[in-house]
């Protein structure tokens, strides 16, 4: 980075240096007058223009030392104040920010004072020259330092989302599990049982009235069918059959053949995720789908799935009414549940009025197919009516 650049991040943070040291004074005032409204208020703004600043350290911070330096705020819930002050009094991170606000200022003012003092002499120029990189580094690494979490602290947050998600995913395979227990005995069976019987009644009356046999044969046969039919729902619902034959692009083009709107199908992945990932993205867009057909009031949908930089990314978006909420039902908390087991994020964008936006990201590596169709890029529209 230039130097003449760096210089003027002194500047900036020599100015934000005596804002940071109005704002401590005011965070002493605010924690004082805490007791009454104006003290909440007062505190409200004062940690407004704190995350402000910070963030602007943070952006000084990640262009001196080439590095990302990530805003780790915890997002704030849409409740009341209430809600959201106890967000961000359980966020470590408003603490840190306030021990930074406290001490960065000094810092900030001997670092900024140095460098701008240097560039203004005639002869401290050279000193200015060599001198400025090595003093902004060492400030940025100072301002990281504070306003972003450590790599064991990211190790350990890490930890505890994994353990949150791993419980998310036993709850889901356990629900699955019932699931799955109350469709065979709900459905095949008691088809299966309603055919032994029919079987064993066919059989006593085989001799003495063989018209009453055969008919109780033919209700067995239809019993057999339905039977059949009910497996095969819960194996579909297990992992699709159109998974495993045709891959991930043309199962997801199947699902877009089913909807009453037409849907464009956008697929361009060299290579098949692994087939757990497959089925995972595969159910996230069949809940999608089913969402638009039911909530949704649109006319057109599309899909797209591509995978770039080891992340696998589906897009199902529609032209609906928009305001969908993803934490109003059990589906698409089901489908965030499925994606974490994979390390994986969804999210949603569903303004009034529409669009509809769900994103669905995975991490995963291609791998290698000789299935040509369910690899190469394709474009695919559904046989949806005009």
Known sequence: ??????????????FLSIAMLVLAALWVVGGVLVVVWVGLALLAGTLAATRAIANAHRTMAARTLGQPVPVPYRPLPDGSFFDKARVVLADPMTWRDLAWLFVAPAVGLVVSLLVIVLMLGVVT??????????????????????????????????????????????????????????????????RLVALSMSLGMADAAFEEDPDKARQLVQDARSTTAAAIGDLRSVVRGIHPPVLADRGLAGAV????????????????????????????????????????????????????????????RTVVGDDGRGGADPGSGTGMLGVMRRLAAFDGTMSVSSPAGGPTLVTLEVPCTLQATVDSGSSSPRTTPSSGPA
């Open 125 to 190: 120029g050279f000193i200015w020259w060599f001198a400025t990189p090595p003093l902004m580094t060492a400030r940025a690494y100072f301002d990281r330092f504070f306003l972003a979490y450590s790599r064991t602290e990211r190790l350990e947050q890490r930890v505890q989302v994994l353990t949150e998600s791993r419980a998310d995913v036993v709850d889901h395979s356990a629900a699955e599990l019932r699931r799955l227990e109350r469709d065979l005995h709900d459905g095949a069976q008691a």
């Open 253 to 312: 083009a199947a699902l877009a053949l089913d909807m009453a709107i037409p849907v464009q199908v956008d697929v361009r992945l060299h290579g098949r995720p692994p087939a757990p990932v497959e089925a995972c993205v595969y159910f996230g867009v069949a809940e999608c789908l089913a969402n638009i057909g039911k909530h949704a009031g649109a006319h057109n949908a599309w899909i797209t799935i591509g995978h770039e930089g080891g992340l696998l």
């Open 1 to 14: 980075m230039s130097r003449l650049r760096l210089t003027g991040y002194a500047v900036a943070q020599f």
